[in-house]
Nanobody, 123 residues
C-alpha cells in the first residue's frame, strides 16, 4: 500500500512559479515511476509529467514542456513538480500518482493516487 500526500499548491499570477511536493509512504517508492496529472473544472484528468523510478528518464506533455520539471528524491520518498512560467490554463487540481512499474506515462498504469492540490493561476 502506498499513500501519497501532495502539498505546495496555491494562487499565483501569470508568469509565476510554484513547486509541488508529493510525499509517499511505504518501502516501494524507489521501484515505482511517479507522475503528475491534473484536472481542470469541467475537463477530464490529463497527464502532465512522469519520472522513472531511478530519476533518469522524464516525459512531459507538450503543454508543459520547457516550463515544468519533475524530479524525485528516493531517500526522502518525495517527488517534486517545479512549475515555471505559469499560465491561466494551468489552473487545475494537481494529482500525484505512483505506478506499479519503473516507467509509466498512461493513467491506467498508475495504481495509487493522492488527494490532489489546487493550483490557480490568475491572469
Amino acid at each position: 500500500q502506498v499513500q501519497l500526500v501532495e502539498s505546495g499548491g496555491g494562487l499565483v499570477q501569470t508568469g509565476g512559479s510554484l513547486r509541488l511536493s508529493c510525499a509517499a509512504s511505504g518501502r516501494t517508492f524507489s521501484s515505482r515511476a511517479m507522475g503528475w496529472f491534473r484536472q481542470a473544472p469541467g475537463k477530464e484528468r490529463e497527464f502532465v509529467v512522469a519520472v522513472s523510478r531511478n530519476n533518469v528518464a522524464t516525459y512531459g506533455a507538450d503543454s508543459v514542456k520547457g516550463r515544468f520539471i519533475i524530479s524525485r528524491d528516493n531517500a526522502r520518498n518525495t517527488v517534486y513538480l517545479q512549475m515555471n512560467s505559469l499560465k491561466p490554463e494551468d489552473t487545475a487540481v494537481y494529482y500525484c500518482a505512483a505506478a506499479a512499474a519503473g516507467w509509466a506515462t498512461s493513467a491506467d498504469e498508475f495504481d495509487y493516487w493522492g488527494q490532489g492540490t489546487q493550483v490557480t493561476v490568475s491572469s
